[in-house]
């Protein structure tokens, strides 16, 4: 029996494993403690959780435990390390470089370094939402400190060339961060291999509990950040306020399952994104959004032409998914990540997110295909767009009357 | 087996059973993203909702009065410097027994070209009035005072300061993490009288770590410190802990609840420690001024706070030495410092803090656990003299 | 997004969905949005004697609102003479549907699809005999 809506917007948030659930529980309760606390056993109890934690997010990316700072979440670990870095080492320079399609979290940031008096470029992509080196290239400039660049897009999935970027960024002295939010559990990290200075974890996405987050901070080369929220000196002064020891342990447990299981995992996801692809393949006019070779498994995104995003969702309420990122769907804006990929402005409306994960179904895929056919045939019999393409009108050429 | 009895509730608390039971169905089936439209998100929103009326309702504000937080040091930052962030540089007064969280904040602000004065406190832990006054008539824009200190548990005359800081033009802010559950607190009397942020902090009443709160008069003009997807009003961005959210609302509730009944059973607590410490010759911090019915800081001269923790853990009791916070810190507390206390007595600080699980009987073997300590050690010391 | 009821039934059982041959004697169309925005309103009404609007069509691309703002004044400006027409205000529609703030662009794209269709049919037609 299907449970409705099925959920296919694992990019938004997963949910949390039961396995890592059972982990955390004993610690809101009997193993309570203040990890801070030195003088008692409740604390030292919870300490040593916490730094078991560190141990096991360190091992997934391949890092050393004391690289791991935590936080509350991506938002603030893109917040500390673009504002830290650039913070600490604008005696060096005041130019930043970042990537339009980038999260909220990392383009908001800029913005605000901005007003702070630094200068920031937001780089095109190309067609398939890639980073093209040569771009790249051609913005750094003798005083670019930093270079912020995804590894994994959240709308549209693709796998950006970290590795490249990381020895463009190493050979002129650069600290290159990376958002990893959407990396973990779906590629592999190896931070011994890579040459990113700093890289954002979030737990919520890869089954562990929202509220926690890790920012990596490499020790060799070391980079230096000033830290943004200040206070008891937690996390080496990094990062001060209590840690929530329960969540914590839920991002160890999260990301050991992750390591263990993300192989088979990605291989069983992929088929079934496949399975869905080739099922709305029928259907007319459907585009796939961004690179489909350079992309984690877990992710499709079509634009349904001339269907409106949101009288989609409304019309496949079966379905959780997702129109732009979930961060930004109070707005109207079209997604400024498909904008950025080049796409027009109906393509850019009518985008679904398809985002699949640990406990998606084969079931659930068959299901979504066949809803997805008889609603988008309904929404494209009361479009006007539609009709008019049927018709052999060439919308580019109409004159709209925008309001 | 062996439970130890926790005897420090001011550096933490455990969750209550029905703050727990609140929050696991937001870790397993009703775990959306509550920016997201569909049904999963929906439903992760109201439950935001309904925890950001609770926290309202319990200290007498409004919900849109309420930004989620990821604790009290995150509360204390955003308000402290993204308050400063709104204003040209000017004075900026917070007082020396603050939280670390309040002091590092504002001489973070203090090196942006801001003025910082550290309002004094008296002997018992108060804030020095006269002093309070002199820096008023600087016209400082930002005033933060604690509303019951964390380590000594010393209340301050709040709703007075706050009068004197708004007549001299002040934003007045104060770190009410200690003092819900254990006073009345009540944000629209507070704001009457002239505060205009509090923050609370779920952990230290019966609710999880990683959710808190800065409770706050809509006027107040404020920067984020978290930029990003425009969460909370566009304070603070990140996608919300709404599990510990809703455990957050439920655990204030329930201390607001049982606080009438609680508050009285701690105080009686406090004073058989109290009255008992006093005879085996301790020093009580702070002892002639209005504190926090649950909590005791206190030293035995000559003794050394740390071996004493140390002797109490293995005997079963968990008590602090400073503040959770700052522990790793070897130095003497600066609120003990602030109040005039010498460095070796300071170091030899030892804080009880009583939660409403406490009872008479733990008191009084935690006591002849603290006697039987305190003899032996006074003799150590006697044969090394 | 919560949508209310009205606005729901007006999604799922849209009136008077389709359009009108082009040629049709009295026919008028508005049109008006455009894609980069997020909706499209094609308004076609069917004008007999008198100026009285007979009968009306719409197809929509955009949003639930959008969809039940032009599936509402289908039913709204039949009867009506093409100046009556003009009175539907767009604060009418988005009362009679409950729409949130972020929706009321909706509503004043229905008007303005009034509004555009009428002047089709004036242009086409001339003003309208009195009645």
Not at chain 2, 227 to 254: K, Y
Request: charged share 25%; net charge neutral; proline share 4%.
């Amino acid at each position: 029996m299907l449970k409705l809506p099925i959920y296919l917007d694992y990019s938004a948030t997963t949910p949390v494993d039961p396995r890592v659930v059972e982990k955390m529980i004993p610690y809101l309760f009997e193993k309570f403690g203040n990890p801070a606390s030195r003088s008692h056993s409740f604390g030292w109890e919870a300490e040593a959780a916490v730094e078991e934690a560190r141990v096991e997010v360190a091992k997934l990316i391949n890092a050393d435990p004391k690289e791991i700072v935590w936080t509350s979440g991506a938002t603030e670990s893109n917040n500390l390390a673009l504002k830290g870095a650039a913070q600490f080492y604008a005696g060096k320079g005041k130019h930043l470089i970042t990537v339009k399609t980038e999260h909220k979290a990392v383009l908001d940031t800029c913005r605000e370094l901005e007003r702070q008096g630094f200068e920031v470029s937001y780089l095109d992509v190309l067609g398939n939402g890639l980073l093209d080196l040569e771009v790249l290239q051609a913005a750094l400039r003798p005083d670019t400190i930093l270079v912020s660049v995804m590894f994994v897009n959240n709308e549209i999935g693709v796998i950006q060339p970290i590795a490249e970027i990381g020895e463009i960024c190493r050979s002129r002295g650069i600290v290159f961060h990376v958002d990893a939010a959407q990396a973990t559990g779906k590629v592999a990290i190896d931070l011994a291999k890579l040459k990113v200075d700093l890289m954002s974890f979030s737990a919520h996405k890869t089954y562990g509990p929202k509220g926690i987050g890790a920012l990596y901070v490499r020790r060799k080369p070391r980079v230096r950040l000033s830290a943004q929220m200040h206070g008891g000196g937690h996390e080496r002064g990094f990062r001060s306020g209590t840690l929530p020891t329960h969540q914590i342990v839920g991002m160890g447990e999260a990301f050991r399952l992750a390591r263990l299981e993300m192989g088979a995992e990605s291989e069983r996801i992929r088929m079934l994104r496949d399975r869905l692809r080739e099922g709305l393949s029928d259907i007319e006019e459907v585009y796939v959004n961004g690179d489909l070779e350079r992309r984690v498994p877990h992710n499709l995104n079509v634009s349904f032409a001339y269907v409106e995003g949101e009288s989609l969702l409304m019309a496949i309420k079966e379905l959780a998914v997702s129109s732009g990122s979930a961060c930004t769907s109070a707005s109207l804006e079209p997604s400024y990540v498909l904008r950025a990929l080049g796409r027009n402005d109906e393509l850019a409306h009518s985008s679904i997110r398809f985002t699949l994960g640990r406990f998606t179904t084969e079931e659930e895929v068959d299901y979504a295909i066949k809803l997805l056919h008889d609603k988008i045939g309904r929404l494209r019999e009361l479009s006007p767009l539609w009709e008019m393409v049927q018709e052999g009108v060439d919308l580019s050429t109409v004159q709209w009357a925008a309001h | 087996m062996f439970a130890p009895v926790y005897l420090d509730h001011n550096a933490t608390t455990p969750a209550d059973a029905a703050v727990v039971d609140a929050m696991l169905p937001w870790l397993s089936l009703q775990f959306g993203n509550p920016s997201s439209r569909h049904e999963y998100g929906r439903a992760a929103r109201r439950a935001i909702d309904h925890a950001r009326r609770q926290v309202a309702a319990a200290v007498g504000a409004q919900p849109g009065e309420i930004v989620f937080t990821s604790g009290g040091s995150e509360a204390n930052n955003l308000l402290i410097k993204g308050a400063a962030a709104c204003f040209k540089p000017g004075i900026l007064a917070v007082g020396a027994s603050e939280h670390p969280c309040v002091i590092k904040p504002a001489e973070q602000i203090a090196r942006r070209g801001w003025t910082l004065h550290r309002l004094a406190v008296d002997s018992e832990g108060r804030i020095d009035m006269d002093a309070f006054a002199a820096v008023m008539a600087l016209k400082p824009k930002i005033v933060s005072v604690m509303l019951a200190n964390n380590e000594t548990g010393v209340l301050q005359e709040i709703e007075l300061l706050a009068a004197m800081a708004r007549r001299a033009g002040a934003l007045f802010h104060s770190d009410a993490v200690q003092a819900v559950g254990k006073v009345a607190v009540d944000f629209r009397q507070l704001n009457a009288a002239g505060v205009q942020a509090l923050t609370l902090s779920a952990h230290k009443f019966g609710g999880p770590k990683g959710a808190a709160a800065l409770v706050m008069d809509k006027r107040v003009d404020l920067e984020a410190l978290i930029a990003g997807g425009g969460h909370e009003r566009g304070l603070r961005s990140g996608t919300e802990n709404v599990a510990a959210i809703v455990g957050f609302g439920v655990a204030c509730e329930l201390a607001v609840q049982r606080c009438a009944e609680v508050a009285p059973r701690l105080l009686a607590l406090r004073e058989r420690l109290e009255e008992r410490l006093l005879k085996l010759g301790a020093i009580v911090f702070g002892r002639a001024a209005e504190r926090l019915p649950n909590t005791v800081f206190f030293a035995f001269p000559e003794l050394d706070g740390e071996t004493v923790v140390g002797q109490l853990d293995r005997a079963g009791y968990a008590i602090a030495s400073g503040a959770a916070c700052s522990s790793a810190n070897p130095e003497p507390s600066h609120v003990l410092r602030a109040m005039g206390v010498g460095p070796d007595l300071a170091r030899g600080a030892l804080r009880v803090s009583f939660g409403s699980g406490n009872t008479p009987e733990q008191v009084n073997g935690f006591l002849d656990a603290l006697q039987t300590t305190v003899a032996r050690l006074r003799q150590l010391t006697a044969m090394a003299v | 997004m919560s949508y209310s009821v009205k606005v729901l039934d007006h999604y799922e059982n849209p009136r008077n969905v389709g359009s009108f041959g082009k040629e049709e004697e009295g026919v008028a169309t508005g049109m008006v949005g455009a894609p980069a925005c997020g909706d499209v309103m094609k308004l076609q009404i069917k004008v007999g004697k008198g100026g009285v609007i007979e009968d009306a069509k719409f197809k929509t691309y955009g949003c639930g609102s959008a969809i039940a703002s032009s599936s509402l004044v289908t039913e709204w400006v039949k009867g009506k003479t093409i100046d009556q027409a003009l009175d539907i205000k767009n604060t009418q529609i988005a009362e009679e549907l409950a729409l949130p703030p972020v929706k009321i662009h909706c509503s004043i794209l229905a008007e303005d699809a009034i509004k555009a269709a009428v002047a089709d049919y004036k242009k086409k037609h001339g003003e309208p005999a009195a009645a």
